[in-house]
């Protein structure tokens, strides 16, 4: 006889790693659409622009992130996804640090 989906689950969940998979995509998941939902907020709202521009700036953003992936996964395959996950910024990796602020008051 064939498990319930309950029984499957709570055997699924008694894997720690599993477990810790799971909440960090939950986590991960709600984040970025908070993320988003505020985003849009701001556009909106703080800086002006109308829904569409919005709309526009998110689906762009989303599409530069989609091409970013599948270019970090050619990397991988070409060279070590070790060496390019350890790789420094003066080295060629495309992070580069932020800048410290210099005012101790916020912009606006």
């Not at 986590?27 to 907020?41: A, D, H, N, P, W």
């Not at 989609?66 to 495309?94: I, K, M, N």
């Not at 932020?98 to 005012?103: A, Y």
Request: net charge positive.
């Amino acid at each position: 006889m064939k498990p319930r989906i309950r029984e499957r689950l709570a055997q699924s969940f008694a894997d720690p790693v599993l477990r810790a998979l799971v909440t960090v995509t939950a986590v991960s998941r709600i984040g970025r659409e908070v993320f988003l939902t505020v985003t849009v907020l701001f556009f909106t709202l703080i800086i002006g622009v109308s829904a569409g521009e919005a709309a526009v700036v998110l689906a762009v953003s989303s599409a530069c992130g989609v091409l970013a992936s599948f270019l970090g996964g050619w990397l991988a395959d070409r060279s070590s996804a070790r060496r390019l996950a350890s790789s420094r910024p003066s080295e060629g990796c495309f992070w580069r640090p932020m800048p410290s602020p210099t005012r101790s008051s916020p912009p606006w």
